[in-house]
C-alpha cells in the first residue's frame, strides 16, 4: 500500500453542447484550472474517515454485506457527501479491497456552479482511492466508475464530466465515444457566476420529461444543438472566432428552448455581450450556476459588467490538464 496520495482533478465548462449531449449528440467541453484535490491514506483498520473542506466530515466503517463492500456506521454530513460516499464504496467494490483509509478533500470549484463539481470530486476520489490500493486504474477505468458513482446519486448523465475531469484538454463527446481536439488555440473565456444553485439532476429530469411529453418540438432543438456543436468546433479550428459567438449565443438561444435559463443568467449573458462580448451562454445544466462568454480582449470590460449585475466573474485557463498524480 502506498502512503499517501495526492491527486487533483479539474472542473470544466462546456462551450457547446450541454443537455443534447445526454441525448447522444455531441458537445464541446473543456477542462479549466480551477480543480478538485483529493489525498488519501490507508489505514491499518476498518474506520473510514473523509474530511472535505468547507462541505463537512465524514466517518464509518467498512464491512462486506451480502457480497458487498459498504461504508457503514456512517456519521456526519451524509447528504453533502454522498458522491464522495458512492465513488469510495463502488471504488471498494471494483477492487474487493476493504480496509479502511483517511480522504480529504479541498475542492475550488463551486458546488451547482455548473463547473463540473461532482464529476471533479468522483474522480478525484475514485482516483485516489485506487491508488492507495497500488490498483494503478486506467483513465477510462477511473472515469467509469466516478461515472457509476454520477448516475446513481443523480441519475441521468453523460460521460462529458468524467471524461474532462480525466483527459483534461478540450473533449468533443458523443455518448461513449470521445475526441481530444488538439487543434484549437488560446481561447479567452470569461466565466460568470450566479451564485444561484443549478440542480443538474433535476434539470436533466426537466428536459426529459419535457423531451417526453412534446417529442416534435424538443426532438428538433436538441438535434440542432448538435448541429451548432460540429459548426463551433470547426469554426474554433479554423480560428473564426466572430462565428464561434456567434454559435454560442444560437446554443443559448436553443438551450432558452429547452427551459434551463434564469432570469440572472440571462442578465449575465446580455451585460457580457453588451460589455463586448463575442458570445454568452450558460456553461453546465443551467438553473442558476455559471455562464461563460468569449471574451477576447474585453475581458476587463466584460468582467466589471458581470459584477456590476450581481455576477461572479472567474477568468480561467481552458484546455487544461486532466487529473494528475502525486503519491509520497
Ligand atoms: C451538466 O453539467 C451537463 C448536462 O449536459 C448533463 C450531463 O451532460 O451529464 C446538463
New binding site residues.
Given amino acids: 500500500m502506498k502512503r499517501i496520495i495526492r491527486v487533483s482533478a479539474p472542473g470544466q465548462i462546456?462551450l457547446f453542447g450541454?443537455?443534447a449531449?445526454?441525448y447522444g449528440q455531441p458537445a464541446l467541453a473543456a477542462a479549466i484550472n480551477i480543480s478538485t484535490e483529493a489525498k488519501a491514506k490507508p489505514r491499518a483498520d476498518d474506520q473510514i474517515k473523509i474530511v472535505s473542506k468547507g462541505v463537512g466530515n465524514l466517518k464509518g466503517k467498512v464491512k462486506k454485506t451480502n457480497g458487498d463492500w459498504s461504508i457503514q456506521e456512517k456519521t456526519g454530513e451524509l447528504s453533502r457527501l454522498r458522491f464522495v460516499v458512492k465513488t469510495a464504496e463502488i471504488t471498494l467494490n471494483h477492487l474487493d479491497e476493504g480496509s479502511g483509509f483517511e480522504l480529504e478533500i479541498d475542492s475550488e470549484v463551486p458546488v451547482g456552479s455548473?463547473l463540473?463539481s461532482s464529476s471533479a470530486v468522483t474522480t478525484a476520489t475514485a482516483a485516489a482511492i485506487s491508488s492507495i490500493f497500488d490498483r494503478n486504474l486506467s483513465k477510462d477505468d477511473i472515469s467509469d466508475l466516478a461515472y457509476d458513482a454520477e448516475l446513481k446519486v443523480q441519475g441521468a448523465?453523460?460521460k462529458?464530466?468524467v471524461k474532462v475531469a480525466t483527459h483534461g484538454g478540450f473533449l468533443k463527446v458523443t455518448g461513449d465515444e470521445m475526441n481530444s481536439i488538439s487543434d484549437i488555440s488560446e481561447l479567452k473565456v470569461l466565466i460568470g457566476n450566479t451564485g444561484d444553485y443549478g440542480n443538474?439532476g433535476e434539470?436533466?429530469k426537466k428536459v426529459r420529461l419535457s423531451k417526453e411529453s412534446r417529442p416534435e418540438i424538443i426532438n428538433p432543438i436538441i438535434e440542432a444543438i448538435g448541429k451548432t456543436t460540429e459548426a463551433g468546433i470547426k469554426s474554433l479550428q479554423d480560428e473564426n472566432l466572430e462565428k464561434v459567438g456567434v454559435l454560442m449565443n444560437v446554443n443559448q438561444n436553443l438551450l432558452e428552448g429547452l427551459g434551463v435559463s434564469s432570469p440572472k443568467l440571462r442578465k449575465l449573458i446580455k451585460a457580457a455581450r453588451d460589455a463586448g462580448g463575442k458570445g454568452a451562454k450558460i456553461t453546465?445544466?443551467g438553473g442558476g450556476g455559471c455562464m461563460v462568454a468569449l471574451t477576447e480582449e474585453s475581458v476587463d470590460r466584460i468582467s466589471r459588467a458581470i459584477e456590476k449585475k450581481g455576477g461572479e466573474p472567474i477568468k480561467v485557463k481552458v484546455g487544461v490538464e486532466g487529473l494528475s498524480f502525486d503519491s509520497k
Avoid: Q, R, Y
Wanted: aromatic share 6%.
Fill in positions: 462546456f450541454e443537455h449531449v445526454v455548473g463540473g448523465a453523460s462529458t464530466g443538474t434539470l436533466v453546465g445544466a
